[in-house]
């Protein structure tokens, strides 16, 4: 504990950052690869190998992905932990963003932890390679569809917000009306991304 | 409006007893404040059962709104007690709470020092060599006064505290207030002289980074200061400054 | 001589600068305040603080600014002390304005001044309209600063019950009570300063503070310090008239344009600019409030027949507004629900500033050596009317005088208070202890607040803006009433923690004390003079009058004494505005 608090700022702005790039980076391209399935299970297929024929891909999804997205969950969850919500006291908008983003920290974490283990890890170790069909049989069940739209609403809202924070925290909108607007960038953020990741989940599912 | 004000008040004999509810009828008279309605009950301590009870201990002083001392949650939400106006109450019974962000000392008093604690760390001043007479300051263009006189009327109540969701036992954040108070008095020309020295207590533990940018603060702020721009402006600051030092080593 | 301690009572602007001042000589001191610093009473000054700074080519001088100080207050203050304060004055707002002080600025970026009642040159620097605010902020934060180097020690929520007075009648400290704990401890110091401010509760509703009680004040006079020029009560002309509080909404509405106005035959009709036309609605505060009682008490002229007239600022630039008197407008509004950039605001005049108070020399001691007084809680700089902005300087220079005054009355003295026996400490504790025990026993059937509230309003029927020898005798015999039913209190609450109506029990006898210096003080005084308007005796009577009232505490009341006032700068003269 005696780290976190010596480098409070470093680990906060870390954990700020990381939201974005590399994670939020990686959740625009897996939403963009998923929607060709909309294209059909070929189109969808080809993306899939595209990636999977890059050099050192387990490596650079530990470094890239792995390993910056427990940096982010474990403290991220910390940060939730030390938050007391009062949205029912002070029921302000931004109060209320404000508990949204915790509550979908913690549904991204439960679903993202079942998503990689089910759809990476496991897989890897059990040699499966993941394809349409593959990800077809899953979603094609009702009950895991709404759980995979579910955990699709929470990463992208948290996201969306996510990113409207990083503009504060980094001191990139400052006055109230460079907030405001965006504040409408990422709701609109939100409403596109969603789309996508719904195209991509209807295009599995079909 | 009804005959009778009914109050509950959540009460406390002291730091370590257990809170209570009580309720009040007072006689009702125009223009009645909260403040004015706990004086009434002092004047006559019987309590809505009609059993004889003791008077309501409360901070109070200034009666106007600009001392910050009767600060309470009033129906649920912080805010100064004596400019919350009877007449403009929209429910039939008054919630009286003690603020909850700090530790109560009796009923709806509050031991609030921490705040200050808070503005000693952040060096909330300008460092004069001393009161004689060295001629006038430092020139400041109307503009920027205008702001800076902004922030510099923060009564210290707690009000923005009190309604932070990262603001609490659990966490070490020094709150909106002192951090409003480091944009105001590093911007002042004299004051900019220990300006490294103010970020750098605002990157430690508990600082500017332990905002999680609910702004509730601003809506809470009973004078309207412009916290949220001034958080915003100080993580402009702290990474241009973190990144220089990092640069500079 | 082990070390040197000053304590001083009372965190305004005139205890924080005697901090600040006895902290700077090297000098460990102690800080006593029943509140935060921050939430002292000085914040409620909003207009201004007075300096002849001559920044707007008006010609304006010290001379001039020591002439309508001594005018303002009908030459009843002593002028060589005024002197050193118009003297000062410009010096110390530049101390204010290094501290960081957010003065209005003129396009140039330096101090902008504006206009106050009783004068004809701009002189009022102001922030905005919560000046006395900004200039307790700025002390507060330099206090704060010494309070972390450790050289200044903060007792927040103490009330000072008395001094420790030795057998050789000299000050060596102050016995306390903590407001939570209600513990009560005798403390050393070698000098000891009060800046305990006015003490307006007397008059029940007033636009003071509730924790002005003047109670600090009381205790003193009991214990043989005089109480100078009672009698002296300001009353602030325009106040919204309240039910909790009289609010002050500001001179500094008049002076930035603001008009008074009633009707008269169905027509708006400016009394002060009619009477008054060399000051129209800029005179004294006395002469505003007479003639705005006059209107409405004896010609009946108030606003919808009750006692209130408009102070009218609607013609004025909203913007405008807004900057320079930005934080009455917004008091007004949050407490009425009117706009005042939109309607005239209703207002009458309200007890406000106490211009008498402890006696002192010239240091700021009082007889009692050791013992200093600063701020309102003396008697000093006003006579017997104070001019608007005047107040804010007065707090702040006698705190600047007392606190290395003080600490040169420390370098003479022979014994250190280290060096006194336990027993004269143990003694007034004691003493203190034993009048808190017998108030914690009282279970009679009367209520202090009830009381109190009684007080306060036979203070203002009968010892207000005009007074009458008839009233005057009827009020003492009132507050003789109340004093003795105060002996059949009830105190409903006998618990041992943050009991609040156990201090408030033993601050009304202190505010009945002093009903008494001040009624009786009036009732003596057979002229008028300044605040003290009494139309039987409707002249200034300089022959017979121009003396400083001393009220020495005695068991059956005050006993008067008259002291000759200093003279010795300007000759007096016949005071007029019109």
Known sequence: MGFIKNYNFLIRKLHS?????????????????NSFALGGPEAYNQRVEAFQNIPFLVWIEIIFIAIPLAFHTILGLYYVYLAQNNVLQYKYYRNYMFYLQRVTA?????????????????????????????????????????????????????????????????????????QKTMQTICTILFIILTAIGTAGLIGLAA | ?????????????????????????????????????????????????????????????????????????????????????????????????????????????????????????????INIDGTFDLGPGPRVPEKERRWMYEISRCMTCGCCYEACPNFNARSSFIGPAPLAQVLRFNNHPTGAMDKEARLETIMGDGGITDCGNAQNCIEACPKKIPLTTAIAKLNRDTTLYSIGRWFNR | ?????????????????????????????????????????????????????????????????????????????????????????????????????????????????????????????????????QLLYALDEQVRKWIAKGKVKEYIGWEFLSAVVDDEGICRGIVAQDLNSMEIRAFRADAVILATGGAGMIYGKSTNSVICTGSAAGAVYRQGVPFANGEFVQFHPTAMPGDDKLRLMSEASRGEGGRIWTYKDGKPWYFLEEWYPAYGNLVPRDIASRAIYKVCVEMGLGIDGKNQVYLDLTHKDPEFLEVRLGGILEIYRNFYGEDPVKVPMKIFPAPHYFMGGIYVDWNHMTPIPGLFAAGECDYMYHG??????????????????????????????????????????????????????????????????????????????????????????????????????????????????????????????????????????????????????????????DEEWLKTTKAYWTESGPRFEYEDVDISLLKPRARKYD
């Open chain 1, 17 to 33: 950052l990381t939201g974005l790039i590399p994670i939020g980076v990686f959740l625009l391209e897996h939403l963009i690869t």
């Open chain 3, 384 to 541: 017997a009317n104070r001019l608007g902005a005047n107040s804010l300087l007065s707090a702040a220079y006698s705190g600047y005088i007392c606190g290395p005054n003080a600490v040169k009355y420390i370098k003479g003295l022979q014994k250190s208070a280290e060096d006194i026996s336990q027993k004269v400490f143990d003694r007034e504790l004691n003493r203190q202890a034993g009048i808190f025990e017998a108030i914690y026993r009282m279970d009679g059937t009367e209520n202090p607040y009830t009381i109190h509230e009684e007080l306060g309003e036979t203070m203002i029927t009968h010892v207000g803006v005009v007074r009458y020898d008839k009233n005057l005798k009827l009020a003492d015999e009132k507050i003789q009433e109340l004093m003795e039913r105060y002996k059949r209190i009830n105190v409903n609450d006998t618990g041992r923690w943050a009991n609040d109506v156990v201090p408030f029990v033993n601050q009304l006898w202190n505010m009945l004390e002093l009903a008494r210096v001040i009624t009786l003080g009036a009732l003596n005084r057979n002229e008028s003079r300044g605040s003290h308007y009494k139309p039987e005796y409707p002249d200034r009577n």
């Open chain 3, 1 to 133: 001589m082990s070390k040197n301690k000053i304590i001083v009572v009372g965190g305004g602007l005139a205890g924080l600068m005697a901090v600040i001042k006895a902290a700077e000589a090297g000098v460990e001191v102690e800080a006593f305040s029943l509140v935060p610093f921050k939430r002292s009473h000085s914040l409620c000054a909003q207009g201004g603080i007075n300096a002849a700074l001559n920044t707007k080519g008006e010609n304006d001088s010290i001379q001039q600014h020591f002439e309508d100080t001594i005018v303002g207050g009908d030459f009843l203050a002593n002028q060589t002390p005024v002197k050193g304060l118009v003297e000062a004055a410009p010096g110390l707002i530049y101390a204010f304005d290094r501290m960081g002080v957010m003065f209005n600025r003129t396009p140039e970026g330096l101090i902008d001044l504006r206009l106050f009642g009783g004068v004809k040159n701009r002189r009022t620097a102001f922030a905005g309209a919560t000046t006395g605010q």
């Open chain 2, 1 to 125: 409006m009804a005959e009778f004000i009914h109050l509950k008040i959540k009460r406390q004999n002291g730091p370590n007893e257990s809170p209570r509810w009580e309720e009040f009828k007072v006689p009702y008279k125009p223009n009645m404040n909260v403040v004015s309605v706990l004086m009434e009950i002092r004047k006559n301590p019987v309590n809505a059962q009609g059993q004889k009870t003791t008077p309501v201990t409360w901070d109070c002083s200034c009666l106007e709104e600009v001392c910050g001392a009767c600060t309470m949650i009033i129906n649920g939400n912080v805010r100064q007690a004596c400019s919350a106006l009877i007449d403009k109450m929209p429910s039939q019974v008054i919630t009286l709470e003690p603020l909850s962000k700090f530790p109560v000392i009796r009923d709806l008093k509050v031991d609030r020092s921490v705040l200050f604690e808070h503005l000693k760390k952040v060096k909330a001043w």
């Open chain 1, 106 to 178: 913690i549904v991204t974490f439960v679903y993202v932890a079942y998503h990689a283990y089910t759809a990476r890890i496991g897989r890897a170790f059990a040699g499966i390679e993941i394809s349409y069909e593959f990800m077809n049989n899953i979603l094609s069940q009702p009950l895991f569809f709404i759980i995979y739209f579910i955990g699709l609403l929470a990463a992208v809202f948290h996201f969306s917000n996510g990113l409207y924070t990083f503009a504060i925290s980094w001191g990139i909108t400052i006055g109230p009306k460079a």
